[in-house]
């Protein structure tokens, strides 16, 4: 699962990488380094925080609980959708939550009903830490990093990175798409593969059928 994640996060930073170089060489999209755009978006940051029953007067470091940090944009339902459809996919319940509140509730009701938690003298700390956070903004495009660190139970923690770039003006996802020519799969997937091989030192035959590459 740790090498799927590492696949994953690499194709997000290249989608973000090929966008943002992209955008550079798009007249329509250069803003004063100086001066923001009158036309951005604004925006809030919401927290949500919830702690386990028996954190007690314990500090956050000593206590299971959940935060979730996220930016709020007033009247625009499809973008503050796509954020919190992100945010939601970091903790998967057996019965998906619907909500960011429900979320942070159902991950520390979780920690509360594992009962193995006890055998380790109920030092066993559970942690979701997750947000999405504006990285860029000006006329035309707004670009949102989402990370997370979840732990709960088992032999190590999981780390969750990955963007969205939006386009403000018409108000929708940026995807590879709307990017390159028709045809572009294919090519990119070949790149991307030769560039994984060498970061995991594998040769050119290596299979990589426990990396999750795959499509």
């Known amino acids: 699962m740790v090498r799927s994640r590492i696949a994953f996060v690499f194709i997000s930073g290249l989608f973000c990488s090929v966008l943002l170089v992209a955008c550079q060489h798009d007249s329509s999209l250069k803003q004063s380094t100086t001066k923001p755009s009158p036309d951005t978006l604004v925006y809030s940051y919401k927290n949500i925080k919830e702690r386990a029953a028996d954190c007690g007067t314990k ?60 055998s380790d003298g109920d030092n066993m700390i559970y942690t979701l830490e997750s947000s999405a956070r504006i990285v860029r903004q000006d006329s035309s495009l707004l670009t949102i990093q989402f990370d997370s660190y979840s732990f709960s139970g088992g032999a190590h923690g999981s780390t969750y990175t990955s963007f969205i770039n939006w386009n403000s003006s018409n108000d ?44």
């Open 59 to 118: 500090p956050d470091s000593a206590c299971s609980e959940a935060v979730i940090t996220y930016a709020v944009f007033p009247g625009h339902k499809s973008l503050n959708d796509s954020i919190t459809d992100r945010l939601l996919q970091v903790y998967v319940n057996d019965i998906p939550d619907k909500t960011l509140a429900m979320q942070a509730r159902s991950f520390v009701e979780a920690y509360m009903n594992d009962t193995s938690r006890m």
């Open 172 to 215: 929708k996802k940026i995807t590879l798409a709307d990017i390159f020519l028709p045809g572009y799969e294919e090519k990119l997937r070949n790149i991307a593969e030769k560039i994984f091989r060498d970061q995991e030192k594998l040769s050119a035959t290596s299979s990589l059928e426990n990396y999750f590459f795959k499509n």
